[in-house]
Nanobody, 127 residues
């Protein structure tokens, strides 16, 4: 019954913005760290951002820092990824992931650290 569902993807022009949502069911998100990953055709999975379960500390990939913002609303059991100043290179399927980990830190280096994954939402940045 543990499930993550992403939404908010779509087609946007370069320089535009999208806000992705990740709704969790079957578990309390407040004790999980949340990560966002992405995969473009022919590319490996890339860690984008994460937010810790304690204090809500965040990390970002160098490729998105300053443009993307991760957040969480535990009352709504939802995490978000606000994506601004989008570039064609951001085109990918974006996945929300979660793992039970009570910590003030998080990591996006290894996908294997995350136990639960959403199905993904397509983001296409093109003119």
């Amino acid at each position: 019954q543990l499930q993550l569902v992403e939404s908010g993807g779509g087609l946007v022009q370069p320089g535009g913005s999208l806000r992705l949502s990740c709704v969790a069911s079957g578990f309390k998100m407040d004790v999980y760290l949340i990560g966002w990953f992405r995969q473009a055709p022919g590319k490996e999975f890339e860690g984008v951002s994460c937010i810790s379960s304690i204090e809500g500390n965040t990390k970002y990939a160098d490729s998105v820092t300053g443009r993307f913002t991760i957040s969480r609303d535990n009352a709504k059991n939802t995490a978000y990824l606000q994506m601004d100043s989008l570039k064609p290179e951001d085109t990918a399927v974006y996945y929300c992931a979660a793992v039970a980990y009570s910590s003030s830190s998080c990591s996006i280096r290894f996908r294997a650290e995350y136990d639960y994954w959403g199905q993904g939402t397509q983001v296409t940045v093109s003119s």
